[in-house]
């Protein structure tokens, strides 16, 4: 059966002011799947994400999210369809967790931003989801990174995305939460049949992660498909000089267990 | 089941809470403007200020002090001072910074530059200053200042550089106000002296009626902005992500800030350090980040704070009046070192 595809990329280029970044990608997220963003710093990983935010415009080619173009969505139309995470770390004075998880309902309230019983429900349901319940009342300076990830992950949830966009979401998180968090993220678009589009800087976790990898070098696509054909295409080896043989043998055991866990045995 | 029912009922509590934090809020106002009317050189019984406050039509010196002097005194520093506690609010939301206010950032200062020049050239040409000049002048002044820290803004990643440059353009607007204020001729600083030290006195029911509909309009629009606001409080990138409309939205929180501190500073002149703390402190007081709750818990406190400090400052060294700075100062300036000391803490 073909999965159902929820973005779909032709062509696109993006920069900033004039100056194009990312050049010629052609992908496509699919639903309940993770597309993996990989390549070195500075190579277009995070203007790719923003533009498919909508904070920076595509300058060429074309974006359709299930079948309708990008510049039909209104700001708030597609502030529905797309939940974002940002590398950038949140400062909040006395804000909760629940407060951090209700702003996800932003874009559904009405104009003072009162939040009504299904909202309610809706947050209830993505604090349980991501695990942090019993956070809920603590406040988000408190809470240890790991946790804080999970409670943004809960906010992204609740605006009950079609599409989620997370960059470098494990930055801040040791090889267990990374773990923890990659997992939780699969689980979650398995079960509201949504995609993901995210970055993850280590390699070895991306490569497990994924259900599909794109490999950006110098804003240019270096490689896509799924890590098998990947790594078949000898690109992985190039874009970060690793040998294709060591990879997903030699691995840590808690990235062991993590293969186990994801019930795949690359 | 059992668990989401307990926590529904947890966050209706603290809702309660704050609604209860902000009626405590209101009935200190009350017991506050009770006490600054019935204070002063002549003691007016409160059970007389009742009599009077009712019965309009009341006559008599104490009528008269009442509706002439404590008044409108006591108006001006309720109104004024929710309005610069809103300002130093919408400031710290916009700079995503705990010890910005208007008056630290040289957007008082700047304001008080135009009001000085404008008073020396009025009352050379026109015997009597016009409110609405006045308060337009003010309004130039502090954007010509809130442009500047913009511009620096731009330049400067960080937040504790931006506070010092904005320091640094109150003392340049000083300057150039105590320089033209030397060289103004002795009919002229009379006026000008007593204002640029920054007091409630003097005002009366025109004045009080022009900073109700200001500070009231900037009131409302605020709180026609607070589900932006709450957004915005998570980074320009999440409030983007949800549908805010950014650019909008900051040019919104400049204009409404600006208007605010200008109002504040053409009537009052400058007044220290309310914009700063009472926010921290309401912040700390009701423990939320909802701006729905700390919009009017600002105001309230702002009033508070203000009222309070005005009191202090002709009560206790009587009849030597004390300007309102000197006593926001003292009480404020505590209040920022706290918070900057918090803020280090956090870092560690």
């Known amino acids: 059966m073909m999965k159902q595809c929820m973005l779909e990329a032709k062509n696109i280029a993006a920069g900033y002011q004039g100056r194009r970044i990312i050049e010629g990608l052609n992908f496509q997220a699919l639903r309940g799947e993770l597309l993996i963003l990989m390549g070195p710093n500075g190579a277009g990983k995070s203007t790719l994400l923003k533009t498919i935010a909508g904070r920076l415009p595509v300058m060429a080619g074309e974006m359709v999210l299930q079948g309708k173009a990008w510049d039909a969505f209104s700001v708030q139309e597609r502030a529905r369809q797309i939940g974002a995470f940002f590398p950038e770390r949140i400062r909040t004075e006395h804000m909760t967790c629940r407060e951090m998880v209700e702003m996800g309902r932003y874009p559904y309230t009405g104009h003072f931003g009162v939040l009504g019983k299904a909202d309610r429900l809706a947050v209830e349901e993505a604090l349980e989801l991501t695990n942090v319940t019993e956070l809920a009342d603590k406040d988000l300076m408190e809470l240890s990174d790991g946790q804080r990830q999970r409670v943004l992950l809960a906010r992204a949830i609740c605006q009950e995305p079609k599409l989620l966009i997370l960059d470098e979401p494990t930055a801040y998180l040791d090889i267990r939460y990374q773990l923890e968090f990659l997992s939780l993220l699969r689980k979650l678009c398995k079960e509201r049949d949504i995609a993901a589009v995210l970055s993850v800087h280590e390699v070895e976790l991306a490569w497990r992660a994924a259900d599909q990898l794109l490999c950006i070098k110098d804003g240019a696509m270096a490689a896509y498909g799924t890590p098998e054909e990947v790594l078949k295409e000898d690109q992985l080896q190039k874009l970060f000089e690793i040998d294709p043989d060591k990879l997903g043998k030699d691995g840590s055991p808690e990235l062991e267990q993590y293969a186990k866990m994801l019930g795949r045995g690359r | ?348």
């Open chain 2, 1 to 348: 089941m059992g668990l989401r029912i307990n926590q529904k009922e947890k966050q209706s509590n603290s809702g309660r809470w704050a609604f209860f934090w902000c009626l405590l809020l209101l009935f200190f106002l009350l017991v506050l403007l009770f006490a600054s009317l019935c204070t002063g050189s002549v003691k007016i019984l409160f059970a007389d200020v009742l009599q009077i406050l009712t019965d309009r039509k009341a006559e008599g010196t104490a009528a008269d002090i009442l509706w002439r002097i404590r008044f409108p005194r006591a108006v001006a520093a309720l109104f004024l001072g929710g309005g610069l506690a809103l300002s130093g609010y919408l400031l710290q939301t916009f700079f995503h910074n705990p010890i910005a206010g208007p008056f630290v950032l040289g957007i008082s200062s700047g304001a008080k530059l135009c009001v000085a020049l404008v008073m020396i050239v009025a009352t050379k040409y026109l015997y009597t200053i016009p409110q609405a000049l006045m308060i337009t002048a003010a309004f130039f002044g502090a954007m010509l200042s809130m442009g500047f820290v913009l511009l620096l803004s731009i330049r400067v990643e960080r937040m504790s550089l931006l506070i010092v440059a904005g320091i640094m353009i109150g003392y340049i607007c000083s300057a150039i106000t105590d320089f033209v204020v030397t060289f103004a001729e002795d009919a002229q600083i009379v006026n000008l002296h007593n204002w640029t030290r920054g007091s409630f006195s003097g005002m009366n029911e025109e004045n009080n009626v022009v900073i109700i509909v200001l500070t009231l309009l900037c009131f409302a629009g605020i709180l026609l902005l607070a589900k932006p606001i709450s957004a915005y409080q998570l980074g320009e990138e999440y409030a983007a992500s949800l549908g805010v409309n950014v650019r909008g939205l900051r040019v919104c929180l400049i204009l409404l800030s600006s208007l605010l501190a200008a109002v504040v500073t053409a009537y009052a002149g400058p007044v220290s350090f309310v914009g700063i703390a009472v926010p921290q402190l309401v912040k700390q007081l009701v423990r939320t980040s909802k701006p729905l709750i700390l919009i009017p818990a600002c105001f309230l406190g702002g009033a508070i704070f203000c009222m309070g400090c005005d009191l202090i400052a002709r009560s206790v060294f009587a009849p030597t009046e004390l300007s309102i700075s000197t006593v926001t100062a003292v009480f404020g300036a505590p209040v920022v070192l706290a918070v900057m000391l918090k803020r280090q803490k956090e870092r560690l």
